[in-house]
């Protein structure tokens, strides 16, 4: 379908308050089911033994003694799984991900797992398969990677229209723009041009992945999992294991967190497979250790930035190029940093290069807004300097440039009506921008964009008997999205946010729906709960003329219940929701709606957020004093939510900023996969997250809605740099801004100066 | 895996001195644990020690204070006395871990764990602490930096358990502090570390002080050259930089992915200042 | 495999039940006494999310031997909350919205009250030191250090008034 154009300016009577949320009293008691809650009478356990090398030729595995081993139940290789993927090489990608097949191609990838009567005698099973590695030169950098003489990760793989005899590592080169860039920069008075580097990051989901699976012998299954789409997974799973979709039951389970990382199978398929050769449920959860070297974590990068600009302030000229690295395995990850590097500015002159790179790391999945971050890490960091050359203030000089209704986006499409220039008045005027700041205190800004998508989705709204609500939806309530659908159908229906039960439902229960990524929980199932109450109330409508007997079009919905309009009817009192539930069995039945769409014009989403930090100039350690976040969400449903999507993405962002990062070793491994040593920021490093909620309607979604859940990770890395830059006079240029990298750049700028002021005493 | 929680500690170094394949002592569990879920190793027994009544005493006898090797660091943090006489022992004890963790870790784990970054283990050497240790042939004690050789391995025989961790008494005029420095505010493994422990003599002059460092040499080490900055002084800014650079001396840290020699070496310098500040305030020096 | 039985309290119930030694207090709580409350996020004590107290004693389940409880008194999420009445944390955690995912909830809780029983009202420093060994990904700590503040001033409240009924009686 086109994008749907139905929005109105009109009066919300639940629409942007705050009610508790439905699993609210699941999840405080412990009652609420995650992937690893659920067990079924003869499970096994289920491990996975994965490569302790980055790159190596998978010679033979002996799983002999481990089969015999009492009580385990099966052992699964690569030859278990055979390829039925008929050439689609993407499927493949995924097969070969889950289990190794000739070559182990990272640090952590499956070569064999095991089922077995418990823990214990699984963990015993792991040791007795022997596997006969010949290791391979390894590449874990993305510049390395590029160069001529890197190690190959992928032999198949060339340059998508490059030259086809030449093995690389590049798999994909993604140009946009328009104008001409030569000729910007030929116009600008000042050019700035710089080069950035950030490492890989995790989601850091705190539940591991987990599943529940069974499959029988009849190629019947069930799957309960951890995922943000039940639904991708039964395709999936059904398409590696030779299975028919329907008969692969997929339950999302409570999710313990996501931001992209459970859009993937990483063990799911190897699950059912370890289930259909016992014939017997197995469960498998990972490890953390298994979660930070096996699932897909976030690129590192390289990026370089130019810009130049003319006396006026105007950016007359932009361009970035833009080094992702994908793991394993080809993705769009370059591709997206060069989508998203500038499309917060009007520009007439821009070009954005990504670069889609393979290391020997874990397939790389999206993150949150995935690859904008480190785009905007560079983008937004060489607008600063710009506009210090220019002589004006980050702000103005980013207001002045910003997009606006009517742009041409760097990445193509024109802008509907936007929300970066209203983030850009609001920081504007913000009393964060005017607070002192002290010694070792620095304040920095940045902007943020994500496109935001809809997608395939579907939903079903049943009334009760007693006039309450059955909504059932397929997009998993990764953050409280029950809460918000509740609150839309409730508003829609005009009935109390209490009468309505939101589930999210299996996949045999309903339809297909997209996975919840792209930030469209709230945004497409929204626009389909919408229909599907418009289409209840239709059936309403008609069941009250029936009972009055008259034309169904003298029928009106109003505040929960049929009015009859006009005066003929003036004598007939109106009938509720819960009057014309309660007559539905004598009425013709069951009354419902429904909604199948693909929910497009997703609109898109800006952010600017405000960073004051103060960092030790003896240790190079920098503490977060003050974080504001300014984000436009076109409408806020439950704000409690939208608020909380603002303040996990910035803290997200800040986490990646200052300290987390993937450590490999000269040897190709992981060496920190742990919480210990991955950092993820904890309750004492921070303070209160401010947010500000704009709303300019998104015109393409009947109630102005527009994703949340993304953007908010986008500006930290930028804003963080920025501050840290201000506060220390020295421009920070690599990601995480861990201690040691702040305080050699402090000491390099030192000894630079006093060269200089040698010099000049000289 | 046989688990044996015993009532004495002469049942437990039998236990320890006669066991077959890999045996462990169980005092807070927060590092075997650990290494026991990631397979680092695979324990054929383990012996709680925790059931063992005079693990659990915190004693004050005429010569100092007397731990036993259960007491968790955050019942350390609550025991006035030694809060008074030894804060920074205290202080360092608490850095470790998380609440959860401070429930659980022990100083004497702490120091058998052998890790050059374990953070009482400054602490105690600056303040001079010595272990008892039970074992077949009885009990001895030792200064607490002769019980980590290397990183994991310590100077113990099989059977040998340290029982407890004795601190002296307290001379008037005295303090200590610790510091160490972590990326986040909490929950990290020390990067390096500084302990100082000094006593003034008159018109606040150093009399005494012994100065160590943690996670910059295979083993926290002790720093002579440190102390000798100190003495004498009245930590006037002079005597400051020597100490600075005495630590500096004295480091022979690793590049791993918790930091680099160079931080490491600068940074055990800074804190090594800022420690020596706070000892000298809480000696009552101005 | 050598069992070792247990005889311990698990929220005020006597329980037995038979672990390999190695087993952790957490496996023990989730596979062994169905109560699956507390989560395994990290199995290294680094997130706190298998919180419980032993003996009032707040610690990481996963890094607490089953063998260990023998005899002891254990209490998890699942014995927080009165019969209905939900503890006053609870229900500020839900007001407050200080939860998206909710995996890191019940270890908060438990966190947050161990805080409580020993400092009734801890200032946000207090509060954000005491919640450092919970990690939470979705929220940024925002929401649940106010919920932990309301739910003491709701248990400061109740103390009053519980207070002046006895002087009352």
């Known amino acids: 379908m086109t994008s749907d154009t139905s929005y109105t300016d009109q009066e919300f009577s639940l629409i942007g308050t705050r009610p508790i949320r439905p699993d609210g009293v699941d999840k405080v008691t412990g009652r609420a089911r995650y992937g690893a809650d659920a067990s079924a009478p003869g499970q096994l356990v289920g491990l996975i033994l994965r490569s302790p090398h980055a790159h190596a030729k998978i010679k033979s595995i002996d799983t002999a003694k481990a089969e015999k081993l009492a009580g385990v139940k099966a052992v699964l290789t690569a030859a278990d799984l055979p390829d039925l993927t008929n050439g689609n090489r993407a499927s493949y990608d995924v097969l070969e991900n889950c289990m190794a097949r000739d070559r182990a191609l990272y640090d952590g990838h499956a070569v064999a797992a095991v089922a077995a009567i418990d823990e214990v005698t699984a963990r015993k ?195 970035a190029t833009l080094r992702y690295q994908d793991g394993a395995f080809p993705g769009i990850w370059g591709m997206l940093g060069a989508m998203t590097s500038f499309a917060c500015y009007d520009l007439e002159n821009v ?233 539905s069995p004598t009425t013709g039945g069951p009354i419902a709606g429904h909604n199948e769409v693909v929910a497009d014009g997703a609109g898109v989403s800006f952010a600017s957020h405000i960073c004051d930090v103060e960092v030790d100039p003896e240790t190079g350690s920098t503490k977060v004093l003050r974080y504001t976040v300014v984000q436009d969400a076109g409408k806020a449903i439950h704000p409690d939510y939208v608020e909380g999507q603002f303040q996990g993405g910035a803290v997200q962002g800040i986490g990646w900023a200052l300290n987390e990062e993937y450590i490999y070793g000269k040897d190709g491994r992981l060496q920190n996969p742990g919480f210990l040593d991955y950092r993820i920021p904890v309750c004492s490093d921070l303070p209160f997250i401010d947010t500000e909620i704009l709303e300019i309607p998104n015109p393409n979604h009947p109630y102005g809605i527009r994703g949340v859940g993304e953007t908010s990770i986008v500006p930290p890395l930028a804003a963080i740099a920025n501050a840290v830059s201000n506060a220390v006079g020295v421009r920070m240029r690599h990601i995480p801004m861990s201690p040691p990298r702040v305080l050699k750049a402090i000491k390099e700028a030192q000894m630079e100066e006093e060269a200089q002021q040698q010099v000049s005493a000289g | 895996m046989n688990y044996e929680a015993p009532a004495t500690m002469k049942e437990a170094s039998k236990l320890m001195a006669k066991a077959k394949g890999e045996a462990y002592l169980l ?166 570390s500084a302990g100082v422990n000094l006593t003034l003599g008159p018109k606040g002059v150093i009399k005494q002080a012994r100065v160590s460092l943690g996670a910059v040499a295979p083993t926290v080490v002790l720093v002579p050259a440190a102390a000798r900055a100190l003495t004498g002084s009245k930590l006037d800014d002079k005597a400051l930089d020597k100490l600075a650079a005495a630590c500096e001396a004295a480091c022979s840290p690793i590049d791993d992915k918790r930091g680099t020699v160079e931080f490491r070496t600068e940074v055990a310098g800074v804190l090594a200042r800022r420690a020596a500040k706070i000892a000298y305030e809480r000696a009552g020096g101005k | 495999m050598t069992g070792v039985h247990v005889s311990t309290t698990v929220n005020g119930d006597a329980v037995e039940f038979v672990c390999p030694g190695s087993e952790s207090l957490l496996d023990v709580l989730r596979n062994r006494l169905g109560l699956t409350g507390a989560k395994e996020g990290c199995g290294t004590g680094d997130c706190g999310a298998c919180s419980v107290t032993v003996d009032g004693q707040l610690v990481c389940s996963c890094l607490v031997l089953g063998a260990e409880v023998e005899g002891r008194e254990v209490t998890t999420v699942e014995g927080m909350a009165r019969g209905d009445e939900l503890h006053p944390l609870q229900r500020q955690f839900i007001e407050n919205a200080a939860l998206q995912c909710g995996i890191c909830t019940p270890g908060f809780l438990v966190a947050a009250k161990a805080l409580l029983d020993r400092n009734p009202s801890p200032n946000e420093e207090e509060i954000r030191y005491a919640l450092a060994g919970n990690l939470c990904r979705c929220t940024g700590y925002d929401k649940i250090v106010r919920a932990v503040n309301a739910a003491a001033k709701d248990l400061a409240r109740e103390a009053k008034r519980s207070g002046k009924k006895r002087k009352r009686a």
């Open chain 1, 125 to 319: 099973a792991l040791k007795l398969i022997k596997v006969s590695y010949k290791k391979l030169p390894h590449v874990t950098d993305v510049d390395e990677a590029m160069k001529d003489n890197a190690p190959i990760v992928q032999p198949h793989v060339r340059t998508a229209g490059g030259d086809p005899d030449k093995q690389t590592n590049i798999a994909q080169v993604s140009t946009f723009g328009h104008g001409d860039v030569e000729a910007g920069f030929a116009k600008a008075d000042y050019i700035v041009e710089e080069s950035f580097k950030t490492e890989q990051t995790h989601q850091g989901y705190i539940e591991p992945h987990a599943c529940l699976a069974t499959l029988g012998p009849d190629g019947q299954g069930e799957l309960w999992v951890t995922t943000q789409g039940h639904y991708t997974f039964r395709n999936v799973c059904a398409e590696l294991l030779g299975l028919e979709v329907a008969k692969l039951k997929v339950t999302s389970s409570e999710i313990g967190g996501g931001f992209g990382g459970k859009t993937h199978v990483w063990m799911e398929p190897v699950a059912l497979a370890l289930s259909r050769k016992a014939n017997r449920p197995v469960k498998l959860v990972m490890s953390r250790e298994e979660v930070f070297r096996a699932s897909g974590p976030t690129s590192s990068t390289s990026v370089d930035v130019k810009l130049g600009a003319t006396r006026d302030g105007r950016i007359v000229a932009a361009t």
């Open chain 1, 351 to 583: 070009k954005s290069v990504g670069y889609d790179v393979l290391v020997n790391r874990p397939k790389v999945a999206a993150y949150r807004a995935p690859s904008a971050p480190m785009a905007a890490f560079g983008v937004e960091s060489c607008v600063d300097l710009l506009a210090a050359k220019v002589g004006m203030d980050p702000v103005d000089f980013r207001l002045l440039n910003a997009a606006k209704e009517g742009t041409k986006a760097s990445y193509g499409p024109p802008y509907g009506p936007i929300g970066i220039g209203p983030t850009l008045e609001t920081v504007k005027k913000h009393p964060h921008m005017r607070a002192r700041l002290g010694k070792n205190q620095g304040r920095g800004m940045a902007c943020g964009f994500w496109f935001n998508f809809g997608g395939q989705t579907c939903c079903d709204l049943n009334i009760g008997v007693d006039g309450t609500v059955n909504l059932t939806v397929g997009t998993v309530d990764v953050g409280g999205s029950r809460a918000s659908l509740s609150l839309i159908a409730a508003e829609e229906l005009g009935i109390p946010y209490e009468s309505v039960k939101c589930t999210i439902g299996d996949t045999a229960s309903l339809g297909h729906n997209d996975t919840t990524e792209g930030s469209r929980g709230t945004f497409s199932s929204g626009m389909a709960t919408i229909f599907a109450a418009r289409n209840a109330i239709e059936e309403l409508k008609a069941r009250a003329a029936q009972t009055w007997e008259i034309n169904a079009k003298h029928v009106e919905w109003e505040n929960g219940q049929a009015i009859a309009k006009g005066i003929e009817h003036s004598n007939l009192g109106p009938l509720t929701l819960e009057e014309l539930a309660r007559k």
């Open chain 2, 27 to 192: 005092a807070g569990g927060t590092d075997l644990l650990v290494r026991m879920k990631s397979g680092m190793v695979e324990p054929d027994l383990v012996v709680d020690i925790k059931r063992i009544p005079a693990t659990q005493e915190i004693k004050k006898t005429s010569n100092g204070y007397v731990i036993g090797a259960g007491v968790a660091c955050a019942t350390l943090g609550r025991h006035k006395g030694l809060l008074k006489d030894w804060p920074g022992v205290v202080e360092a004890a608490n850095l470790i871990g998380s609440d959860q963790i401070q429930g659980r870790c022990t100083m004497v784990g702490n120091l058998c764990n052998a890790s050059p970054a374990a953070d009482s283990v400054p602490a105690m050497v600056a303040a001079r602490a010595k272990a008892v240790i039970v074992g077949p042939k009885g009990r001895r004690t030792l200064p607490v930096e002769k019980v980590v050789t290397g990183p994991g391995s310590t100077s113990l025989k099989k059977g040998e358990i340290v029982e407890a961790i004795k601190l002296p008494k307290r001379e008037s005029r005295s303090g200590d502090a610790y510091l160490r420095f972590v990326p986040r505010t909490e929950m990290d493994i020390a990067v390096c």
